[in-house]
Protein backbone atom coordinates (compact mmCIF):
# COMPACT_ATOMS: atom_id res chain seq x y z
CA UNK A 1 0.00 0.00 0.00
CA UNK A 2 1.60 3.71 -1.08
CA UNK A 3 0.51 6.54 1.19
CA UNK A 4 1.24 10.05 0.64
CA UNK A 5 0.46 12.38 3.44
CA UNK A 6 -1.99 15.52 2.42
CA UNK A 7 -1.90 17.16 5.52
CA UNK A 8 0.07 17.82 8.74
CA UNK A 9 -1.67 16.00 11.91
CA UNK A 10 -1.66 18.28 15.26
CA UNK A 11 -3.08 15.56 16.81
CA UNK A 12 -1.53 12.10 16.52
CA UNK A 13 -3.74 9.21 14.59
CA UNK A 14 -4.41 6.02 16.89
CA UNK A 15 -4.53 2.62 14.90
CA UNK A 16 -5.13 -0.67 17.14
CA UNK A 17 -4.48 -4.17 15.09
CA UNK A 18 -5.12 -7.72 15.98
CA UNK A 19 -4.27 -10.40 13.43
CA UNK A 20 -3.84 -14.33 12.98
CA UNK A 21 -1.16 -13.71 10.13
CA UNK A 22 -2.73 -14.54 6.76
CA UNK A 23 -5.86 -15.38 8.14
CA UNK A 24 -8.11 -12.74 9.45
CA UNK A 25 -7.95 -9.43 11.25
CA UNK A 26 -9.44 -6.48 13.47
CA UNK A 27 -8.22 -2.80 12.77
CA UNK A 28 -10.13 -0.04 14.76
CA UNK A 29 -8.44 3.13 13.62
CA UNK A 30 -8.56 7.02 14.27
CA UNK A 31 -6.45 8.80 11.51
CA UNK A 32 -6.33 12.81 12.17
CA UNK A 33 -4.11 13.87 8.95
CA UNK A 34 -5.40 13.67 5.53
CA UNK A 35 -4.18 11.14 2.73
CA UNK A 36 -3.93 9.17 0.05
CA UNK A 37 -3.54 5.67 0.20
CA UNK A 38 -2.98 3.23 -3.34
CA UNK A 39 -2.51 -0.59 -3.35
CA UNK A 40 -3.93 -3.93 -4.23
CA UNK A 41 -6.44 -6.12 -1.42
CA UNK A 42 -5.13 -9.58 -0.50
CA UNK A 43 -6.21 -11.67 -3.06
CA UNK A 44 -7.95 -14.20 -0.93
CA UNK A 45 -9.47 -11.94 1.86
CA UNK A 46 -12.66 -9.86 2.33
CA UNK A 47 -13.06 -7.21 3.69
CA UNK A 48 -15.98 -5.06 5.88
CA UNK A 49 -15.13 -1.58 6.96
CA UNK A 50 -17.46 0.09 9.52
CA UNK A 51 -17.40 3.40 8.68
CA UNK A 52 -17.99 5.33 12.55
CA UNK A 53 -17.20 9.10 11.24
CA UNK A 54 -16.47 9.92 7.57
CA UNK A 55 -15.18 14.10 7.20
CA UNK A 56 -15.53 13.33 3.55
CA UNK A 57 -13.27 10.57 3.14
CA UNK A 58 -13.59 8.28 -0.19
CA UNK A 59 -12.46 4.60 -0.39
CA UNK A 60 -13.04 3.07 -3.63
CA UNK A 61 -14.59 6.01 -5.43
CA UNK A 62 -17.24 5.58 -2.84
CA UNK A 63 -18.11 8.35 -0.57
CA UNK A 64 -18.20 7.70 2.38
CA UNK A 65 -20.84 8.61 5.22
CA UNK A 66 -21.48 7.94 8.86
CA UNK A 67 -22.47 4.71 10.26
CA UNK A 68 -22.30 3.29 6.79
CA UNK A 69 -20.91 -0.68 6.40
CA UNK A 70 -18.45 -1.05 2.92
CA UNK A 71 -17.13 -4.69 1.71
CA UNK A 72 -14.18 -4.39 -0.45
CA UNK A 73 -13.70 -7.94 -2.52
CA UNK A 74 -10.91 -9.61 -3.13
CA UNK A 75 -7.75 -8.73 -5.01
CA UNK A 76 -10.00 -5.30 -5.26
CA UNK A 77 -7.64 -1.85 -6.42
CA UNK A 78 -8.08 0.06 -3.01
CA UNK A 79 -7.78 3.87 -3.50
CA UNK A 80 -8.86 6.28 -0.46
CA UNK A 81 -9.03 10.08 0.28
CA UNK A 82 -8.93 10.03 3.84
CA UNK A 83 -9.70 13.49 5.71
CA UNK A 84 -8.90 14.42 9.16
CA UNK A 85 -11.37 12.61 12.37
CA UNK A 86 -11.90 9.85 9.89
CA UNK A 87 -12.44 6.62 12.49
CA UNK A 88 -13.28 2.93 10.99
CA UNK A 89 -13.17 -0.42 11.93
CA UNK A 90 -12.39 -2.83 9.76
CA UNK A 91 -12.62 -6.88 9.88
CA UNK A 92 -10.67 -8.74 7.01
CA UNK A 93 -11.79 -12.41 6.85
CA UNK A 94 -11.05 -15.38 4.57
CA UNK A 95 -13.33 -15.46 0.95
CA UNK A 96 -14.29 -18.64 1.56
CA UNK A 97 -15.93 -17.59 5.18
CA UNK A 98 -17.36 -14.65 4.06
CA UNK A 99 -19.25 -16.38 1.47
CA UNK A 100 -20.49 -19.17 3.77
CA UNK A 101 -22.05 -16.64 6.25
CA UNK A 102 -23.35 -14.71 3.45
CA UNK A 103 -25.23 -17.13 1.78
CA UNK A 104 -26.59 -17.86 5.38
CA UNK A 105 -28.53 -14.71 5.22
CA UNK A 106 -29.26 -13.58 1.97
CA UNK A 107 -27.75 -15.55 -0.87
CA UNK A 108 -29.10 -12.19 -3.09
CA UNK A 109 -25.85 -10.03 -1.72
CA UNK A 110 -23.32 -12.60 -3.01
CA UNK A 111 -24.06 -11.32 -6.25
CA UNK A 112 -24.54 -7.91 -5.57
CA UNK A 113 -20.49 -6.82 -4.72
CA UNK A 114 -18.86 -10.56 -5.28
CA UNK A 115 -16.52 -8.37 -8.18
CA UNK A 116 -16.91 -4.78 -7.16
CA UNK A 117 -16.92 -2.96 -3.94
CA UNK A 118 -20.11 -2.06 -2.25
CA UNK A 119 -21.84 0.25 0.77
CA UNK A 120 -24.86 0.77 2.62
CA UNK A 121 -25.28 3.20 5.07
CA UNK A 122 -27.25 1.33 8.33
CA UNK A 123 -30.34 2.62 10.93
CA UNK A 124 -28.36 4.46 13.63
CA UNK A 125 -29.64 1.45 15.95
CA UNK A 126 -27.85 -0.85 13.96
CA UNK A 127 -24.48 0.77 13.52
CA UNK A 128 -24.35 1.52 17.32
CA UNK A 129 -24.70 -2.20 18.23
CA UNK A 130 -22.17 -3.06 15.55
CA UNK A 131 -19.66 -0.92 16.70
CA UNK A 132 -19.81 -1.87 20.11
CA UNK A 133 -19.82 -5.41 19.23
CA UNK A 134 -16.64 -4.80 17.43
CA UNK A 135 -15.21 -2.85 20.05
CA UNK A 136 -16.15 -5.57 22.50
CA UNK A 137 -14.60 -8.43 20.38
CA UNK A 138 -11.54 -6.41 19.79
CA UNK A 139 -10.79 -5.82 23.23
CA UNK A 140 -11.29 -9.55 24.41
CA UNK A 141 -9.17 -10.65 21.29
CA UNK A 142 -6.10 -8.20 22.57
CA UNK A 143 -6.33 -9.87 26.30
CA UNK A 144 -6.25 -13.10 24.36
CA UNK A 145 -3.09 -12.18 22.07
CA UNK A 146 -1.18 -10.92 25.22
CA UNK A 147 -1.13 -14.34 26.47
CA UNK A 148 -0.85 -16.37 23.77
CA UNK A 149 -0.87 -16.70 19.69
CA UNK A 150 -4.26 -16.20 18.50
CA UNK A 151 -6.25 -19.09 16.35
CA UNK A 152 -6.00 -19.68 12.75
CA UNK A 153 -9.73 -19.49 12.40
CA UNK A 154 -11.96 -16.71 13.62
CA UNK A 155 -13.54 -17.27 17.13
CA UNK A 156 -17.30 -18.13 17.43
CA UNK A 157 -17.68 -14.15 19.15
CA UNK A 158 -15.79 -12.76 15.77
CA UNK A 159 -18.00 -15.02 13.59
CA UNK A 160 -21.38 -14.14 15.35
CA UNK A 161 -19.95 -10.32 14.64
CA UNK A 162 -19.57 -11.28 10.40
CA UNK A 163 -23.43 -12.35 11.01
CA UNK A 164 -24.28 -8.89 12.47
CA UNK A 165 -22.91 -7.27 9.51
CA UNK A 166 -24.56 -9.03 7.17
CA UNK A 167 -27.96 -8.99 8.40
CA UNK A 168 -27.92 -5.55 9.00
CA UNK A 169 -26.04 -5.02 5.21
CA UNK A 170 -28.90 -7.43 3.63
CA UNK A 171 -31.97 -5.38 5.43
CA UNK A 172 -30.71 -2.32 3.54
CA UNK A 173 -29.99 -4.27 0.62
CA UNK A 174 -33.96 -4.74 0.85
CA UNK A 175 -34.31 -0.83 1.16
CA UNK A 176 -32.40 0.01 -1.80
CA UNK A 177 -30.12 1.83 -0.01
CA UNK A 178 -26.94 0.28 -1.66
CA UNK A 179 -24.61 1.99 -3.51
CA UNK A 180 -21.72 1.01 -5.93
CA UNK A 181 -18.50 2.32 -6.71
CA UNK A 182 -19.12 4.64 -10.07
CA UNK A 183 -16.64 7.34 -9.75
CA UNK A 184 -18.50 10.67 -10.07
CA UNK A 185 -17.36 13.25 -12.76
CA UNK A 186 -15.03 15.23 -10.47
CA UNK A 187 -13.67 12.45 -8.80
CA UNK A 188 -12.22 11.13 -12.40
CA UNK A 189 -10.63 14.42 -13.27
CA UNK A 190 -9.44 14.49 -9.71
CA UNK A 191 -7.63 10.95 -10.24
CA UNK A 192 -6.26 11.64 -13.95
CA UNK A 193 -5.20 14.46 -12.66
CA UNK A 194 -2.98 12.78 -9.74
CA UNK A 195 -1.86 10.56 -12.19
CA UNK A 196 -0.14 13.35 -14.56
CA UNK A 197 0.72 15.08 -11.36
CA UNK A 198 2.95 11.49 -10.64
CA UNK A 199 4.36 10.45 -13.89
CA UNK A 200 5.41 13.94 -14.18
CA UNK A 201 6.71 15.17 -10.91
CA UNK A 202 10.41 16.10 -11.31
CA UNK A 203 8.78 18.50 -13.28
CA UNK A 204 7.21 22.04 -12.81
CA UNK A 205 3.81 22.07 -13.50
CA UNK A 206 1.72 25.00 -13.39
CA UNK A 207 -1.78 25.01 -12.77
CA UNK A 208 -2.26 25.74 -16.67
CA UNK A 209 -0.51 22.76 -17.79
CA UNK A 210 -2.91 20.40 -15.62
CA UNK A 211 -5.94 21.73 -16.83
CA UNK A 212 -4.96 21.07 -20.27
CA UNK A 213 -3.80 18.05 -19.59
CA UNK A 214 -6.90 16.76 -18.35
CA UNK A 215 -9.63 19.42 -20.47
CA UNK A 216 -10.96 21.13 -18.05
CA UNK A 217 -11.16 24.54 -16.93
CA UNK A 218 -8.81 26.16 -13.46
CA UNK A 219 -12.31 26.57 -11.74
CA UNK A 220 -13.48 22.89 -12.51
CA UNK A 221 -10.10 21.43 -11.73
CA UNK A 222 -9.76 23.43 -8.32
CA UNK A 223 -13.62 22.45 -7.29
CA UNK A 224 -12.19 18.67 -8.79
CA UNK A 225 -9.63 18.67 -5.96
CA UNK A 226 -11.46 20.35 -3.33
CA UNK A 227 -14.32 17.60 -3.40
CA UNK A 228 -11.66 15.05 -3.70
CA UNK A 229 -8.63 15.60 -1.40
CA UNK A 230 -9.97 18.79 0.26
CA UNK A 231 -6.83 20.37 -0.41
CA UNK A 232 -6.35 22.91 -3.83
CA UNK A 233 -3.88 21.16 -7.31
CA UNK A 234 -1.24 23.48 -5.56
CA UNK A 235 -1.32 22.20 -1.96
CA UNK A 236 -1.72 18.31 -3.64
CA UNK A 237 1.06 18.76 -5.59
CA UNK A 238 3.25 20.27 -2.62
CA UNK A 239 2.37 16.96 -0.86
CA UNK A 240 3.29 14.49 -3.51
CA UNK A 241 6.54 16.00 -3.57
CA UNK A 242 7.52 15.85 0.18
CA UNK A 243 5.90 12.92 0.36
CA UNK A 244 8.22 11.32 -2.49
CA UNK A 245 11.03 13.12 -1.14
CA UNK A 246 10.83 11.01 2.02
CA UNK A 247 10.82 8.24 0.64
CA UNK A 248 14.39 8.59 -0.95
CA UNK A 249 15.52 10.19 2.16
CA UNK A 250 14.44 7.02 4.00
CA UNK A 251 17.12 5.23 1.17
CA UNK A 252 19.45 8.17 0.45
CA UNK A 253 22.62 6.72 2.48
CA UNK A 254 22.57 3.43 0.56
CA UNK A 255 22.08 4.98 -2.83
CA UNK A 256 24.39 7.96 -2.37
CA UNK A 257 21.69 10.92 -2.57
CA UNK A 258 22.26 14.39 -0.82
CA UNK A 259 19.18 16.34 0.97
CA UNK A 260 19.69 18.75 -1.94
CA UNK A 261 19.55 15.84 -4.86
CA UNK A 262 16.75 14.63 -3.73
CA UNK A 263 14.71 18.11 -3.53
CA UNK A 264 15.63 18.59 -7.04
CA UNK A 265 14.13 15.09 -8.03
CA UNK A 266 11.38 15.39 -6.85
CA UNK A 267 11.19 19.33 -8.36
CA UNK A 268 11.49 20.97 -4.97
CA UNK A 269 13.19 24.48 -6.79
CA UNK A 270 13.34 26.72 -2.91
CA UNK A 271 15.38 24.16 -0.87
CA UNK A 272 14.53 26.60 2.30
CA UNK A 273 10.87 26.22 1.41
CA UNK A 274 11.21 22.94 0.88
CA UNK A 275 12.88 21.95 4.39
CA UNK A 276 10.03 24.25 6.02
CA UNK A 277 7.29 22.51 4.63
CA UNK A 278 8.81 18.84 5.34
CA UNK A 279 9.29 20.28 8.80
CA UNK A 280 5.62 20.86 9.02
CA UNK A 281 4.28 17.65 7.40
CA UNK A 282 6.84 15.26 8.94
CA UNK A 283 7.63 17.03 11.91
CA UNK A 284 11.31 16.76 11.26
CA UNK A 285 13.55 18.45 9.03
CA UNK A 286 15.19 16.41 5.89
CA UNK A 287 18.46 15.79 7.25
CA UNK A 288 17.01 14.18 10.26
CA UNK A 289 14.68 12.14 8.06
CA UNK A 290 18.59 10.95 6.60
CA UNK A 291 20.11 10.60 9.51
CA UNK A 292 17.60 9.09 11.54
CA UNK A 293 17.38 6.79 8.24
CA UNK A 294 21.14 6.31 8.40
CA UNK A 295 21.35 4.75 11.81
CA UNK A 296 18.70 1.97 11.52
Known sequence: M???????????????????????????????????????????????????????????GIPLEDDMILAIPAGTSVTATVQPG?????????????T??????????IELFSDRPAAVRLASNDARSIRSQ??????????????SDLPDQPPGAFMDYLGAVVDAFAREVRRGTGTTC????????????????????????????????IGVSRRQLEYAFRTTFSV???????????????????TARANGLSVTTIAMDVGANHLGRF???????????????????ARS
Open 100 to 109: EIQGVALEAI
Open 182 to 213: SMGRHLRQASAAEDFIRSHIQEEIPIIRLCKE
Open 275 to 293: AANYRLFFGESPKETLERA
Open 2 to 60: KIDKLSPGWLPSRIRQIQSPGKWALDLSEFNCAFRASGGFDPGAVALVGIERACGSTIC
Open 232 to 250: TPLEFIRALRLNEARRLLI
Open 86 to 98: FIYAVAVVPTAIW
Open 134 to 147: MKSIADHLGRVASD
